[in-house]
Structures are given as structure tokens and as C-alpha cells.
């Protein structure tokens, strides 16, 4: 069900998409599955729709990703009137990929708050269940086309992000959507929930640790401090505690949880805080973070800072419980 100001907003996208023969997209930086498939589904309907255009989705290639399809490198020097179209990412700083791109116009999809990212064409809908659940109403209420593959990505990004179907955002559209992938593309679910869902033993046994060391206070705050000797004993990488902490969804003591990971590389500590209840990606904005409601994440450089953070989150945990 698109409201009829949406179907203006989405016919100025299709148009902007259609004046451009070379359209760059791009995503956040640590991508999830939901960033990567609205990625690879926009480009490669522009690019069945607009067989003449140069379309790339660009951004680090992430190994387990790889699943979703390639990603590209194209040199930026050689484009003379690029469109950039910025999914899944509120913030500038965040963009993955775009450093040497001069653009002509940025044109923006995303379900995040929005940040900093000035586009003439801005569609930012936080209600949405994902960027994915967007980028298949557009094609939907557009001349953009839809394939098998197409689809079959967009059903990822949307499951991966609402959680197979479970966080607020669930709504009526996000069912009414799907319901017109299936009809393209017959989804093979057990295939399909394989992708996002089978994990090495390995990354199973890690599941265990942060179950043994989580902390839950008597406010329903949980906090684990992850180090690069825990990532390295599990054999797992930086990012794999963010694509683990919806697991915790349904733990009953749990009001707020928050993984601290340690980030040799980058010299800092990756958070991800998740909530049932308080509202936190207002405390995320404290620490230079972000993200929703409900999930939200940051990168501090200090345990002084990232010990401040769990003090601010357990009073907000407080605050809800005496609420
Ligand atoms: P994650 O825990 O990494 O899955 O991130 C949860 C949400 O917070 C996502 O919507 C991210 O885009 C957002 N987020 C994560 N890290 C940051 C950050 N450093 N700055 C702003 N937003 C972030």
C-alpha cells in the first residue's frame, strides 16, 4: 500500500535514476545483508531496465557476503556526470566506497534517522522494516524491472533486517511486499533462510561464550567485553558479534544488551546495542553513533568512554523499568 505522496516521491526517483548514464550505489561501511542485497538488487534492475546504463554498487566486498553477488570496482576517474545513491546509511562519514567519487547529485533510500547526507531526492522512512523492503517498492510502484535474482536478494535484505519478521517494524506493507517477490521469483525459503542462517561450529561455539559471559544487572542491562584474543579463539572476525546480537532478542531478564569488541586493527572498540524497551540510539548520538530506535551502534576509542556508555544505558534502563 503506497500512500499517493509516496508514489510522487518514487516516480522522482525513477526519474533521476532514468537522466543518468552512470549511477554509483553505495552503502555503510561494515555492511549487513540488508546494505549489500538493496545494493545488488537496485543495480542489477537499473541495469535490466536500462540495459545502456553504467551501474555500479560499490564498497569493501565482505567474503561471507558474497553469496548476494559481486560488487564492483569501477574507476572513478573515467566518469564524467555520475548519480550517486546512498542505501541504508544516514551519516557522510559512513559511506563506504565514495572517497575519490566526484558526484553530480546524491539521491538517497534509507530507514535510518536521517544524519547529515544532503540529497535532492531523499526517501527516509525510519517505519520501514528495512532499505530492502524500499528498493522492492520502488521497483514495485515503478517502471524499474524485477527478476528472479532481484527478488531473491530483496527477500534477504528484509528478512535479515526485520529479523524474519519479528522487530516493530513488521508491518502490513512489509507482507504486502514479499508477497510480490514470491510471486516473481517462487522463493525457495529453506535455500534461502540457509544463506543467512548456517554458521560455521565455530561461530557456534562462540554463541556459548557470549551466553557464559554475558553480564545481566538487576536493570536488565547485559554487556560482554569482547577481545581480539576471544575473536581470535573462535576463529571469528570484528564484525561477527553485530550479526549475533539479534539473537538475544528473547531473553527475558534482558531489558538493553551491548557488545564491546575490541577493534585491533582500527585501534578502537565496535559497539552494538540492542533494546526492548528504552530508546537508544539517542545515547548512541551521544557517543558519535547512531542507528535506530531499537539498534544502534558506535566506535569508541576508550573503555573510559565505553564504560560511560554502559552507565548511560543501565540509567535509561532504569528510567524505563521506574516509568
Ligand atoms: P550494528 O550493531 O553494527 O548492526 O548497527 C546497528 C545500527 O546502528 C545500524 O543501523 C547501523 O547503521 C548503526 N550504527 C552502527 N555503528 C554506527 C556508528 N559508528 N555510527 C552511526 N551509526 C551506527
Not at 554498487?57 to 546512498?86: D, H, Q, R
Not at 539521491?107 to 520501514?128: E, G, M, Q, S, Y
Request: charge should be neutral; hydrophobic fraction near 40%; aromatic fraction near 8%.
Amino acid at each position: 500500500m503506497i500512500l499517493i505522496i509516496n508514489k510522487l516521491l518514487l516516480n522522482k526517483i525513477y526519474k533521476t535514476i532514468k537522466k543518468y548514464d552512470e549511477i554509483v550505489i553505495a552503502r555503510h561501511v561494515g555492511p549487513d545483508p540488508d546494505a549489500i542485497c538493496s545494493q545488488i538488487a537496485l543495480r542489477d534492475s537499473i541495469s535490466l531496465t536500462f540495459p545502456e546504463k553504467k551501474v555500479y554498487a560499490v564498497g569493501v566486498s565482505v567474503s561471507k557476503f558474497k553469496k548476494f553477488g559481486s560488487l564492483n570496482k569501477p574507476n572513478y576517474k573515467e566518469m564524467t556526470n555520475p548519480l550517486l545513491i546512498v542505501l541504508d546509511v544516514p551519516n557522510m562519514h559512513r559511506i563506504d566506497g565514495i572517497e575519490d567519487l566526484k558526484y553530480t547529485e546524491i539521491l538517497k533510500i534509507d530507514h535510518h534517522p536521517n544524519d547529515d547526507i544532503k540529497a535532492r531526492v531523499d526517501w527516509t522512512d525510519i517505519n520501514k522494516s528495512s532499505t530492502a523492503q524500499m528498493v522492492t517498492e520502488l521497483i514495485l510502484n515503478t517502471k524499474l524491472k524485477l527478476n528472479e535474482n532481484i527478488a531473491n536478494n530483496l527477500f534477504l535484505g528484509i528478512v535479515s533486517d526485520s529479523e524474519r519478521f519479528s522487530l516493530k517494524n513488521t508491518t502490513y506493507d512489509t507482507f504486502d511486499t514479499v508477497k510480490e517477490l514470491i510471486k516473481v521469483s517462487n522463493i525457495d525459503f529453506t535455500s534461502l533462510y540457509d544463506i543467512l542462517y548456517t554458521r560455521p561450529f565455530s561461530e557456534h561455539k562462540f554463541i556459548a561464550f557470549i551466553t557464559n559471559n554475558l553480564v545481566i544487572n538487576e536493570n536488565g542491562l547485559g554487556y560482554i567485553k569482547i577481545s581480539d584474543k576471544d575473536l581470535k579463539e573462535f576463529n571469528v572476525d570484528v564484525a561477527t558479534p553485530s550479526n549475533l546480537i539479534n539473537g538475544y532478542n528473547f531473553i527475558d531478564e534482558l531489558l538493553v544488551w551491548i557488545f564491546i569488541t575490541e577493534d585491533v586493527k582500527n585501534k578502537q572498540y565496535k559497539i552494538s546495542i540492542r533494546s526492548r524497551g528504552p530508546i537508544i540510539n539517542t545515547i548512541a548520538n551521544h557517543y558519535n553513533g547512531g542507528g535506530h530506535k531499537y539498534a544502534s551502534g558506535a566506535k569508541l576509542e576508550t573503555m573510559a568512554e565505553v564504560d560511560n556508555l554502559i552507565k548511560d544505558l543501565d540509567t535509561a534502563c532504569k528510567d524505563y523499568e521506574n516509568k
